[in-house]
């Protein structure tokens, strides 16, 4: 019982903290044109800087539950369909209709889409609910199978998904900055003096860089220093509410009944370790089963790289019940 309390209140400081991410970003623009319009300004407006940040509380996460549900839809749209035959199709929806009856929810809309990956994302907003299933899923054993799908249900259950979907756009918009600040970090002159020479015989490279390896430097330690009110909400929410939530529904599915916690055991197994990491999207990455992050990705954010196994040994731990 405690470690369902502590648990949910590690979700809840996680979900605070994604929910932090898109205020912080509306905020760079809100909070100084506030402050020029205020009363220390053009006296404008009757409000300040403080005025910026409660519109920021307002706009930013508005307008990042807006975008979500665009964003995921126009990512699924570009997946390769899974050309399934009508019959097979028909299986898959009325099997996870009977599963969302189950859990209780709404059937989402079913997209099955040709990938190696063992993988299924759940997504919700106000377009509705979303489910993507690879066909390499369907093809594991009908106890795996059924074990993610319902955990995919009961992360939609629980709002999760819905807070996930809410939140992706200012979780991408920090993780493609954190990327390329860390690109330019570590980026070196990694061309040898002989190399300059050949280049310059063929008349394609001046004799010095243009842009010194340390400018580059510079420029990424500028923008991670500029990126870290937003880059640690949005490590926190990772850690504590999207890796929470996945921990959260394994417990939940595991209690359904010892083929369902043993399915689903199998599921994450295989997901994390199968082939087919490199073709599942990464925008759909924290809606997923299984995170894929790759080795550039997981280290700008808060996925653990040994999350699959941790969860993995709480499932096949009695304490899960």
């Known amino acids: 019982m405690t470690?369902?309390?502590?648990?949910?209140?590690?979700?809840?400081?996680?979900?605070?903290?994604?929910?932090?991410?898109?205020?912080?970003?509306?905020?760079?623009?809100?909070?100084?044109?506030?402050?020029?319009?205020?009363?220390?300004?053009?006296?404008?407006?009757?409000?300040?800087?403080?005025?910026?940040?409660?519109?920021?509380?307002?706009?930013?996460?508005?307008?990042?539950?807006?975008?979500g549900p665009v964003l995921v839809d126009r990512r699924i749209a570009r997946l390769p369909d899974a050309d399934l035959d009508d019959r097979r199709a028909e299986f898959v929806a009325d099997r996870v209709e009977r599963l969302a009856a189950d859990v209780g929810v709404d059937a989402p809309e079913v997209t099955a889409v040709r990938a190696d990956a063992a993988?299924?994302?759940?997504?919700?907003?106000?377009?509705?609910?979303?489910?993507?299933?690879?066909?390499?899923?369907?093809?594991?054993?009908?106890?795996?199978?059924?074990?993610?799908?319902?955990?995919?249900?009961?992360?939609?259950?629980?709002?999760?998904?819905?807070?996930?979907?809410?939140?992706?756009?200012?979780?991408?918009?920090?993780?493609?900055a954190a990327l390329l600040a860390t690109l330019l970090v570590g980026r070196r002159g990694d061309r040898t003096a002989a190399d300059r020479r050949v280049n310059r015989i063929h008349g394609y490279e001046p004799d010095r860089e243009r842009v010194p390896s340390w400018a580059y430097v510079a420029a990424g330690a500028l923008l991670w220093l500029a990126l870290l009110p937003a880059w640690l909400p949005a490590t926190v929410g990772d850690r504590l509410s999207v890796a929470g939530g996945r921990s959260a529904?394994?417990?939940?599915?595991?209690?359904?009944?010892?083929?369902?916690?043993?399915?689903?055991?199998?599921?994450?197994?295989?997901?994390?370790?199968?082939?087919?990491?490199?073709d599942w999207p990464p925008l759909l990455d924290r809606l997923s089963l299984v995170s894929m992050a790759d080795a550039e990705t997981g280290r700008v954010r808060g996925t653990s790289r040994q999350e699959a196994r941790t969860r993995l040994a709480r499932l096949r731990s009695k304490r899960v019940l």
């Open 3 to 67: 470690d369902s309390v502590d648990g949910g209140g590690r979700r809840v400081l996680g979900a605070v903290a994604l929910l932090a991410v898109p205020v912080v970003l509306a905020g760079v623009p809100l909070v100084p044109l506030a402050a020029l319009l205020g009363p220390g300004g053009l006296g404008v407006f009757p409000v300040g800087a403080p005025g910026g940040l409660l519109a920021a509380a307002v706009v930013g996460p508005v307008a990042a539950a807006l975008l």
């Open 119 to 176: 993988n299924v994302a759940v997504a919700d907003g106000y377009r509705g609910s979303r489910l993507v299933v690879s066909t390499r899923l369907l093809g594991l054993p009908e106890a795996d199978r059924d074990a993610a799908l319902r955990h995919a249900l009961i992360r939609l259950r629980t709002r999760q998904a819905l807070l996930t979907t809410a939140t992706l756009p200012a979780l991408a918009a920090v993780e493609t």
């Open 249 to 278: 529904a394994d417990a939940l599915v595991a209690r359904a009944g010892t083929e369902e916690r043993e399915g689903l055991g199998n599921a994450v197994a295989f997901a994390s370790d199968a082939a087919g990491a490199g």
